[in-house]
């Protein structure tokens, strides 16, 4: 290893031990000074810690010094303003992640931030994957029935319109063509974005009628996209909506108008009303069908949303954001074959839209096929190569798949775009751990960290790499970090039972692997490790009860067998260790250390033809084998 990466890996180490020890260092440093220079140094860290956006170090410093004395004004009132800034900080990234969730709904080009919640959902054990066909099909018939129904009394609306204009006398009509020319000039010049002139032209026509519903409707519309960010255009928007809903309920233009304004408030209920009831006045409309939708979604009324987007696409069936919707409505819905065919449905429509090849490489993931997801992967890489989450997930199913070295690749592509994303870096760090690079996992691991100390996962890779790379204390360090962020983490406990085994600390090894054997008694992993610590220690006769356990998880283990058959011979159970020596050598003929055993075992029980019949196939088998020579001599 050359002088650089020495030094590297101990810089990293050093800012491991810091994070993990978190200000103890510090605090013994303070404490050698007198009370009032310990009170402000603490003070001053702080508050750089705090500066730095660190609230929970900086708050258990506080909180350490409060503990001393309750009465230290400072220390009360910095304590106060962390916390006031610290909920501030969570209230803006709720609503960033709210924003986020938004826009992939309602954009195609803007992928959810995290896909993992849709995931959890996924899986067709919903009641919508359980009804027979037959079932569904007559649910998407009476949908269908129903928008036929609405369609048609819009239509008898429109002929009565008709027969209405028909009625009236030469002046009447001549004014009626005069106000619809006005409001059809002044929806032109709303086309053009030329507003101002387009509500002159509205409030011509509504000179000339002062009932005319549409005029008012459509400077109402007019005034939202102007600027649907100004308040009093908003005003002005539900002002006009609801004057020209005075003047005929039946018109659906002011309601749509209304659902725009409740939703850009996140009136979610509001909203809702408004487009169902502009849906219903002008059911040929698939875009009103398409934002009822987007607004059931929000208030988790994803039935609801199934059913408009399905109902937009029923209208126009090359609706490409619809059926994106579509998609994530049944992944909430639970139902993956749904959601893919909603997904694929995309990719026909638009064979660039990368976000519908990842959503497809997602759920095929989920579904275990991922060789299919792989492919679907790349195909997203291939489209939009500047989106870090689609390398990220390509590397997951190329680790899965065993491909860590393309996995490797496609990690240094996503943390090439995305730097600062943790479950990248730990996923690095874990597929440089499967190709032998640990003390390049343990640069990613500790990265992880940095980027999020609070993770129990992610200071045990970091453990991991520690191990790996032969940094056993600094691997303790970080074990025992991660189970105090969660004590229920079991593999972090018999990784330090294991280490303290190898040390020969038993007592400590068994404190940890016993804590590990409450939280799973049937766990291979823990019953093995804790028959190896008993082994060591010399209580045979719990080593036996716990192999045996580990062994009924995993029946065609060796090593397990071996250290069985060598607790049974240390307790003189002569009989059960030669059976379990037995059945290891057919499960495993070249294990060779087997023979050798079970040949002396045999002898030292004066069964001395049997002993020569293991022996000679021990050498037969395996003529260099390292005990040749004590062997031949015992033959």
Not at 234 to 262: C, M, Q, S
Not at 330 to 353: D, H, M, W, Y
């Amino acid at each position: 290893m050359d002088r650089t990466k020495i030094i590297i890996i101990a810089t990293i180490l050093l800012v491991i031990i810091l994070l993990v020890l978190g200000g103890l260092f510090l605090q013994g440093k303070l404490s050698s000074g007198d009370g009032d220079s310990r009170s402000e140094n603490t003070l001053r860290l702080a508050r750089e810690y705090f500066a730095s956006e660190e609230f929970d170090m900086a708050l258990n410093l506080i909180n350490s010094l409060l503990i001393e004395n309750a009465d230290n004004t400072d220390a009360r009132n910095l304590r106060d303003e962390i916390i006031k800034k610290k909920k501030e900080l969570e209230a803006s990234d709720k609503l960033l992640e709210e924003q986020r969730n938004e826009d992939s709904l309602r954009a195609q080009d803007d992928l959810a931030q995290s896909l993992s919640d849709l995931g959890s959902t996924i899986g067709d054990s919903s009641s919508q994957s359980t009804v027979s066909q037959a079932a569904e099909e007559a649910r998407k018939a009476e949908e269908l029935k129903k928008l036929e129904e609405q369609r048609l009394e819009a239509e008898k609306r429109r002929q009565e319109e008709e027969d209405r204009l028909a009625a009236l006398s030469q002046a009447e009509r001549e004014k009626a063509d005069k106000v619809k020319e006005l409001i059809q000039s002044g929806k032109e010049k709303m086309e053009i974005e030329q507003h101002a002139r387009a509500r002159g032209y509205f409030e011509e026509a509504i000179s000339l009628d002062p009932n005319s519903a549409e005029a008012y409707a459509e400077t109402g519309e007019s005034y939202f996209q102007e600027d649907e960010n100004s308040q009093p255009n908003i005003n002005k928007a539900v002002e006009y909506a609801n004057r020209a809903i005075e003047k005929d309920k039946n018109l659906w233009v002011p309601y749509e108008t209304l659902g725009k304004v409740y939703s850009k408030q996140n009136q979610w209920d509001s909203a809702i009303d408004a487009y169902k009831t502009a849906a219903r006045l002008n059911p040929e409309k698939a875009e009103l069908l398409f934002e009822l939708g987007k607004a059931q979604y929000r208030t988790k009324d994803y039935d609801g949303a199934r059913q408009s987007f399905e109902a937009c696409i029923h209208i126009e069936p090359r609706h490409e954001k619809a059926y994106m919707n579509l998609g994530f409505t049944q992944r909430r819905l639970g139902s993956s074959t749904s959601a893919f065919k909603a997904f694929e449905n995309v990719s026909v429509i638009n064979p660039q839209n990368a976000i519908a090849f990842y959503q497809m490489g997602e759920l095929k993931k989920i579904s275990g096929d991922k060789n299919s997801a792989l492919n679907y992967y790349n195909e997203a890489v291939r489209l939009d190569p500047l989106k870090a989450i689609y390398h990220g997930s390509l590397a997951v199913v190329l680790s899965d798949l065993g491909k860590y070295q393309d996995a490797e690749k496609s990690y240094e592509k996503a943390l090439e775009l995305d730097s600062s994303n943790a479950v990248t870096n730990n996923n690095m760090a874990l597929t440089k751990l499967h190709l032998d690079k640990a003390s390049d996992a343990l640069i990613y691991a500790a990265a992880a960290v940095q980027l999020k100390p609070e993770s129990a996962e992610y200071l045990y890779t970091l453990g991991n790499a520690s191990e790996a790379t032969g940094n056993i204390d600094s691997a303790i360090q970080a074990y025992s970090a991660a189970i105090s962020r969660k004590s229920t983490y079991i593999l972090p406990l018999i990784n330090l039972g294991k280490i303290y085994d190898e040390k020969g600390s038993y007592d400590i090894a068994l404190e940890y692997l016993l804590k590990a054997y409450q939280l799973d008694s049937g766990s291979l992993e823990v019953n093995n490790n804790l028959g190896n610590v008993y082994l060591h220690s010399g209580l045979y006769t719990d080593s036996i009860s716990h192999y045996k356990k580990a062994i009924i998880k995993k029946p065609n283990a060796t090593l397990m067998r071996y250290n069985l058959a060598l607790a049974y011979i240390e307790i003189n159970e002569n009989d059960s260790a030669i059976l379990t020596l037995n059945q290891l050598i057919k499960i495993d003929p070249s294990f060779w250390d087997a023979y050798y055993t079970l040949g002396k075992l045999m002898y030292s029980s004066n069964d001395i033809e049997n002993a020569k019949i293991i022996f000679k196939a021990l050498l037969d088998k395996n003529p260099d084998y390292e005990k040749r020579s004590e062997i031949e001599n015992l033959l």
